[in-house]
């Protein structure tokens, strides 16, 4: 069975640095893209970008481009979102999800609260 | 980039209805198009990818239809799991999402 398992819920200040994790398993992490998708509260689905687990190459939205970074560790099939100076308006959900053809994201990541207050 | 544009951004509707949500996309994307349920507290889960092709496990009261700019999404008949908000997503050309359409309770 595929499954996407996040990390916990976060609560940072403003200013601080985070990174929240996905961790995969029952298919081969380095043959699938894998992307981010932030769902602020109450809003819609906003993509952020996407991973290549097998080269670690990466498509950053134009909207979060140079806002948050995306890595991977291969060794234990995990991928990475960070942020380095987080804000108040990066509270919100962040979902991982696989493609399984670059194309639309299946499954999901059961998600990971952000909260930035100060 | 490529706007998705949903309509309507609520639809209220009662057990047993054909429920109709459209997509339109601001130049094409062929028939690369996704459709996503969310139900409140959940993670989105695909119904329909290719347009019109029903992911495996999801009722067949759910279609998919259109190509181009314009897309649609059918409940034939509206049962209360499917009380949710639905998102399209095109992947033509990057990937975008709609603003997404709540279907309410009447």
């Known amino acids: 069975e595929v499954q996407l398992v996040q990390s916990g819920a976060e609560v940072k200040k403003p200013g601080e640095s985070l990174t929240i994790s996905c961790q995969i398993s029952g298919y081969i992490f380095t043959s699938y893209w894998m992307g981010w998708v932030r769902q602020m509260p109450g809003k819609g689905l906003e993509w952020m970008g996407l991973i290549f687990p097998g080269d670690s190459d990466t498509r950053y939205s134009p909207s979060f481009q140079g806002q948050v970074t995306m890595s991977v560790d291969r060794s234990i099939s995990t991928a990475y979102l960070h942020w380095s100076s987080l804000k108040a308006s990066d509270t919100a959900i962040y979902y991982c999800a696989r493609l399984p053809n670059q194309d639309y994201f299946d499954p999901w990541g059961q998600g990971t609260l952000v909260t930035v207050s100060s | ?106």
């Open chain 2, 1 to 106: 980039d490529i706007q998705m544009t949903q309509s309507p951004s609520t639809l209220s509707a009662s057990v047993g209805d054909r429920v109709t949500i459209t997509c339109r996309a601001s130049r094409s994307v062929g028939s690369w198009l996704a459709w996503y349920q969310q139900k409140p507290g959940k993670t989105p889960q695909v119904l329909i990818y290719k347009a019109s092709t029903l992911e495996s496990g999801v009722p067949s009261r759910f279609s998919g239809s259109g190509s181009g700019t314009e897309f649609t999404l059918t409940i034939s008949s509206l049962q209360p799991d499917d009380f949710a908000t639905y998102y399209c997503q095109q992947y033509y050309s990057s990937w975008t999402f709609g603003q997404g359409t709540k279907v309410e309770i009447k």
